[in-house]
């Protein structure tokens, strides 16, 4: 066994998952607006003044919300339909958000496109073999000076 087939989690089906299962019951459910991103937008004083972040791999789409909230103009991205038509279903009456499925290791979003991208959570589940990509990938679709906020990974799961 090769080491990034040794160090691989196992990975949901997400298309599965976000058709069987309601979001409120995953594990990464989180109603609120993620503290560490919350701290960093205020600590480097980003005003969104309507700038454009991608919430990639949105799934339940609560942290797109609340950037939106903050008036940023959003997308949100994931790879799973179920996902995405669930959003878009519960999100129609937010004018600033738009939903569309993507997969970021084979992203059809406009390069430049962005001036920041949050990720909660997918780069997180991604196999270690995907994630040269997945930095080339957004590297593409950030602007000259974007910021990507990433969070992933925890001392609880030390095989990362
Ligand atoms: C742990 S969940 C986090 C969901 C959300 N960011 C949150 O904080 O509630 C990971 C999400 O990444 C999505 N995902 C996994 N691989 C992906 C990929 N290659 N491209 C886009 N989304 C992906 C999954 O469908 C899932 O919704």
């Not at 160090?7 to 309601?22: A, G």
């Not at 991205?77 to 038509?85: C, F, G, K, M, R």
């Not at 939903?99 to 979003?109: A, E, G, R, W």
């Not at 909660?120 to 589940?125: L, P, S």
Request: proline share 3%; with cysteine; net charge neutral.
């Amino acid at each position: 066994m090769s080491e990034s087939e040794s160090t691989r989690k196992n990975f949901p089906d997400w298309e599965n998952l976000y058709k069987s299962q309601s979001v409120e019951t995953m594990p990464w459910y989180n109603e609120r607006f993620d503290f560490d991103l919350e701290r960093e937008l205020d600590q480097r004083e980003i005003i969104a003044n309507g700038k454009k972040i991608l919430d990639l791999g949105t799934g339940p789409a609560t942290q797109a919300i609340w950037l939106v909230k903050r008036g940023f103009n959003v997308i949100g991205s994931d790879l799973s339909e179920a996902a995405i038509n669930r959003a878009r279903k519960v999100y129609a009456s937010e004018k600033t958000v738009n939903f569309i499925v993507d997969n970021i290791l084979n992203t059809k979003l406009k390069s430049n496109e962005f001036d920041y991208i949050f990720d909660r959570g997918c780069f997180h589940v991604l196999s270690p073999r995907d994630r040269k990509e997945y930095i080339n990938k957004v590297k593409r679709i950030l602007k000259d000076n974007g910021i990507l906020f990433l969070k992933c990974f925890s001392d609880k799961e030390p095989n990362n």
